[in-house]
Nanobody, 122 residues
Framework: QVQLVESGGGLVQAGGSLRLSCAAS????????MGWFRQAPGKEREFVAA????????DYADSVKGRFTISRDNAKNTVFLQMNALKPEDTAVYYC???????????????WGQGTQVTVSS
């Protein structure tokens, strides 16, 4: 079982920035596609961003494109989500996830972290 632990969430004012981190044990992120998802109260979990194992391919939800950046450091077994120009609508629990699928996907994720809360105030 892949172990994923998110960190970096918190309270920030609208327009501010946060960087989320997702750390995995050992070398579990190497050759594994990674994604970020979020879930607001009363809403379904939604896709935010994904990155291929090499970091050469990325995918973003339209709602965050141009504001969020996903990256990874395989040497440190860590995936990041840099969030800029945050809006109150970004408030949610953010989860990182790992997929062993060959093709970068918005849906096929097998392993999940426990989530980190991001709250954006007006």
């Amino acid at each position: 079982q892949v172990q994923l632990v998110e960190s970096g969430g918190g309270l920030v004012q609208a327009g501010g920035s946060l960087r989320l981190s997702c750390a995995a044990s050992g070398r579990t992120l190497y050759s594994v596609n990674m994604g970020w998802f979020r879930q607001a109260p009363g809403k379904e979990r939604e896709f935010v961003a994904a990155i291929s194992w090499s970091g050469g391919s990325t995918d973003y939800a339209d709602s965050v494109k141009g504001r969020f950046t996903i990256s990874r450091d395989n040497a440190k077994n860590t995936v990041f989500l840099q969030m800029n120009a945050l809006k109150p609508e970004d408030t949610a629990v953010y989860y990182c996830a790992a997929s062993t699928e060959v093709v970068l996907s918005r849906y096929a994720y097998r392993y999940w972290g426990q989530g980190t809360q991001v709250t954006v105030s007006s």
